[in-house]
């Protein structure tokens, strides 16, 4: 499989369409270490994407990851939309010039996507954020060789309920220091969505 | 003669405008530019919101910008990054910091030596 | 279980207004009282104000005062001494301060395990 | 001479002629290192006072000096409320069962006052603050014997004079750092009058 702009669009699509459905699960892990927004952040920008994503054409994949990122960047109003947007936007243009994108561009676009979201945050791994999620995905693809034959899922999914067991130090949570211990990061769940929602896209296109 | 801007960037449009109105007892001709609350004036940050603030502040002297919490700063640090103006953004308390760089602007300090005074003080 | 209670005291209504909703959104049952602006909600303080958010704020564990600049010190001191409430003034900054504070105070914290808190962070 | 109820009621009823001539004075001074409020704080305390010194009875000149401070302290709105406010009740505090005031204890009064200022605003003499003023015309009461040999207006102008020369260090001037020179401090200059005010009653009741 090769990601083609369709599918990206796809992948957004369906990414929007989790964070909805899970929109109260968000806020509801924001709400124990953060200032319960989560949910309402991603909700809202994600329905912004799909807003524009299912209106306008777009030439290549790097193009509709700029789009998110954009969106993203000035809709979602928390940490988190800065992170993400990030995220695509370094992703997008990774691929630049790409399309569709092969396997191991994509795997250079999350590399990329994952150290734009470091820089942003100032974080690295085992601080209780979505780094803990990005981090061992991406880890994933540069051991894997194709899209189908890949734990990533199964990798974010595991990721995501191991932030429970660490200690936040960025981030809102890291307020409540020690407290933060015992509950999922909200932006790691939001990432397992995405990652959950790529998954789908893969298999579909088989 | 014209002055380094300020930016105050805060969750909440609110704490921006009092701020705005506390620092204009002392200081009134230096540039002080809000960008407080999302785009719909919740509580949040916009990048946009901060990158206007801060091209409606530059009047050549560069811009510094000060934050309440976390997020903030990083839409104020993508906001610079996007601009070509002078901008820095610094770590000191919002509303300490913001006045004492008000008086210092307003003594005609360039956004260097405000950045080091914010640096020596908080 | 009581809390901790926190006096928000700046020279604008706006700024604590503001500050306020932004704890709020992320400490709902630590109680908040505000002291912002004279009697007349012009830029000022005053220490009846304070003395009433004060009395407003203590559950019995005690209240964390933050002011945002000089003279608003000097009415929260007048207040406190003619108050019986445990109560203490630091000189961490408004915004950050309070926000940490809060989010201390929710976590059951005793009021000097937060005073310690505010001279450890700034 | 010694300070009568009456004595303190016209002092004070002077002192507020005296502001509300010198609103816009003081208010000026104020606006070069401070937030362009000073006149208008004393306006507004001074006022106050006045209407309740009008209305009210009085056993003793303590009840007087008491009734200034928790006006001030409730009306003033800046520093110079809790300032002047801390001075007036200390003064009560010192003066409290002696009717009238003689000249020892009037003398104990203000000496009490200068320390409440002192202790208030965390300052001391060359700060450029109203304690400039306060400290040389307690020492000039402490010098001389009686209210009418006393040259403690001169001093008190002197010293109001002399806060131009000084570097403010504490209040807001102080962020204005060695910019502060050069102007009187709006402070001193109020504290200058309640002593021109004092002055005209002595002089008055002679
Ligand atoms: N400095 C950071 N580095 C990486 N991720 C972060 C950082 N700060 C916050 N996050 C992520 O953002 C999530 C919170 O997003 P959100 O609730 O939308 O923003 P906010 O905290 O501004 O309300 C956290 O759960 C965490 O995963
Ligand atoms: N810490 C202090 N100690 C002594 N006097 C002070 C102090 N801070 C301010 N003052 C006095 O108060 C005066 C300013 O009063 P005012 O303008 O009414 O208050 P604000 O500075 O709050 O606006 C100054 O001119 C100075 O004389
Ligand atoms: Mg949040
Ligand atoms: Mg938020
Ligand atoms: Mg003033
Ligand atoms: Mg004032």
Chains 1, 4 share one sequence.
Do not use: C
């Not at chain 1, 200032?35 to 290549?60: C, P, W």
């Not at chain 1, 092969?102 to 954020?129: P, W």
């Not at chain 1, 939001?190 to 790529?198: D, K, P, V, W």
Request: charged residues 25%.
């Amino acid at each position: 499989m090769e990601l083609r702009v369709e599918d990206a669009i796809q992948w957004f699509t369906k990414v929007n369409e989790k964070i909805q459905e899970n929109k109260d699960y968000l806020t509801s892990l924001d709400q124990v270490i953060g200032d319960s927004d989560h949910g309402i952040n991603m909700a809202r920008g994600f329905q912004e994407v799909e807003n524009k994503l299912s209106t306008q054409e777009y030439q290549e994949v790097a193009d509709v990851l700029k789009e998110v990122a954009m969106t993203l960047i000035s809709k979602v109003g928390g940490a988190s939309g800065p992170l993400f947007g990030t995220a695509f936007l370094k992703f997008s243009q990774a691929v630049k010039g790409i399309n569709p994108v092969d396997y191991t561009s994509f795997t250079s676009g999350i590399e990329e996507a994952l150290q734009g979201v470091m820089h942003r945050g100032k974080a690295t791994t085992g601080e209780k954020t979505m780094i803990d999620v990005w981090a061992p995905v991406v880890h994933s693809f540069q051991e894997a060789h194709d899209f189908e034959d890949n734990p990533f899922l199964k990798v974010a999914k595991q990721a995501m309920e191991d932030t429970k067991d660490i200690m936040a130090t960025k981030g809102r949570a890291a307020y409540f220091k020690g407290k933060s211990i015992g509950y999922i990061d909200p932006g790691a769940a939001s990432t397992y969505l995405i990652f959950e929602a790529l998954e789908e896209v893969i298999k579909g296109s088989k | 003669m014209s002055y380094v801007g300020i930016v105050l960037i805060s969750h909440s449009p609110k704490i921006v405008e009092g701020l705005k109105e506390l620092i204009r007892e002392v200081i009134q001709d230096v540039p002080i530019e809000l960008a407080g609350g999302t785009e719909e004036n919740e509580i949040g940050t916009s990048m946009e919101k901060i990158m206007k603030a801060v091209n409606d502040a530059d009047k050549g002297k560069g811009v510094i910008l000060f934050y309440d919490i976390g997020s903030a700063k990083m839409n104020a640090e993508m906001a610079i990054e996007m601009l070509e103006t002078e901008a820095i953004l610094v770590e000191a308390p919002l509303v300490e910091g913001s006045y004492v760089a008000a008086v210092e602007s307003g003594m005609g300090k360039s956004l260097m030596e405000i950045v080091n005074a914010m640096e020596k003080n908080f």
